[in-house]
């Protein structure tokens, strides 16, 4: 996205509201994404715990502690994410 706003002048509207991500966080955020696809269908849909401590552990999450903060981002992450769409979602 970022080439075709350079290409054109003009800045594609998900690539300007894209939020900032602070340096701390960035395993997370690639966490996150890299694990929606294992969410099953349909609304409000975890990302299962199994997939986040498959993730961990390749990763190198280690100890109760750390992996605990770790869920609770990713949970965190997924319910901004359903909290968006059900606000993009139109009306009955």
């Known amino acids: ?14 690539l300007a509201e894209r939020p900032a991500v602070h340096p701390h966080l960035e395993f997370e955020w690639r966490a996150f994404w890299s694990l929606l696809s294992d969410r099953p269908s349909g609304p409000h849909a975890a990302i299962p715990f199994s997939s986040i401590d498959r993730y961990a ?36």
């Open 1 to 14: 996205m970022t080439d075709l706003a350079e290409e054109s002048g003009e800045v594609p509207r998900a």
């Open 57 to 92: 552990e390749r990763y190198g999450v280690r100890g109760a502690d750390e992996f605990d903060r770790f869920h609770d981002l990713l949970a965190a992450l997924t319910a901004a994410l359903n909290e968006a769409a059900a606000a993009r979602a139109p009306s009955p």
